[in-house]
């Protein structure tokens, strides 16, 4: 298997984590704006960038663990992805799925902020 090892888990975790950046990121945008407070500027395409980088890793940190768990699995101590999960439930709880939240959040945050604002920039050219 070797340089093809964690694979699967990496293609299922960058495409969870894409869906949900581009859904959540329009839906909260969308969301700030029906309040009446925001105005389609810089501070609203920001705070929704920061929005859709922390639903991103909301909901793709389990895949990602589950990925990094997988790849680095030199011993066979896992058979599988589902394997992965059920063992990191079973023995560590389901924070563990959660572990690495804040440093995952500042690099997509970060991210998603810098991605967003400059999408919105270039398409009101």
Same mark, same amino acid.
């Given at each position: 298997l070797g340089?093809?090892?964690?694979?699967?888990?990496?293609i299922a975790r960058n495409a969870i984590i894409n869906a949900a950046e581009l859904a959540s990121y329009d839906q909260i945008k969308? $969301?700030?704006?029906?309040t009446g407070l925001f105005h389609?500027?810089?501070v609203t395409h920001l705070l929704a960038g920061l929005g859709a980088g922390f639903f991103a890793v909301c909901v793709g940190s389990p895949v990602d663990v589950v990925k990094s768990r997988v790849m680095g699995? $030199? $011993?066979g101590k896992?058979?599988?992805v589902l394997d992965c999960f059920i063992k990191t439930a079973r023995n560590d709880g389901l924070l563990a799925f959660y572990n690495g939240f804040m440093p995952n959040f500042a690099r997509l945050g970060s991210w998603n902020v810098a991605m967003f604002l400059m999408l919105e920039q270039v398409s009101q050219k």
């Open positions: 340089l093809w090892k964690g694979l699967g888990p990496n969308v $969301s700030l704006l029906a389609d500027n810089v699995d $030199s $011993s896992y058979a599988g």
